[in-house]
């Protein structure tokens, strides 16, 4: 029977992926179908065709592992394993970088008042102070400066 069954591995190999559409559930199948063949030689009939007797037994199998898959969740779908347990922390660093970039690119007036305001966290007052201007001078620079760097930056969350 080996002899036999090793003519007809390409056409197998072929049907087992059109049914499955990815190469390695075909080797599987393939697999699964061969190993089927060896269990139950015995029901085989010899002179019959022994290629549709081995697409019949692929064709079963596939069906079979498809209603198995529709009852039971796979462990690729839900697997933990695919879930980052900590958040990327470059994904961070790299924004930073973008955000100090945009912000050195602003203009000197508001540059100063984004890093007195709203990254050292002083208050309006005080940055007005000491940039010797009126607080609605530094809550104009703010506002503007704020503006730009959201141009600048676009999607950064």
């Known amino acids: 029977m080996s002899d036999s069954v090793e003519s007809h591995l390409p056409a197998l190999r072929a049907y087992a992926r059109s049914l499955t559409r990815n190469h390695a ?6 697999q699964e179908t061969l190993e089927r063949a060896i269990k139950y030689v ?3 009939e010899t002179g019959t065709n022994m290629r549709a007797w081995l697409f019949t037994i692929m064709r079963n ?22 879930v980052p347990s900590v958040p990327a922390k470059q994904e961070w660093h790299l924004q930073g970088k973008e955000i100090m ?30 940039l010797e201007c009126e607080i ?22």
């Open 25 to 30: 559930d075909a080797d599987d199948l393939v």
């Open 42 to 44: 015995s029901s085989y």
């Open 61 to 82: 199998r596939f069906y079979t592992n498809v209603a198995k898959q529709a009852r039971e969740r796979t462990g690729s779908e839900d697997c933990v394993s695919h």
């Open 101 to 130: 970039k945009a912000i050195d690119d602003l203009p000197t007036q508001y540059r100063e008042a984004i890093i007195l305001v709203v990254v050292i966290g002083e208050s309006y007052i005080d940055a007005a102070k000491l």
């Open 136 to 157: 609605g001078t530094i809550k104009s620079r703010i506002n503007r400066g704020r503006k730009m760097l959201q141009d600048a930056l676009g999607d950064i969350q």
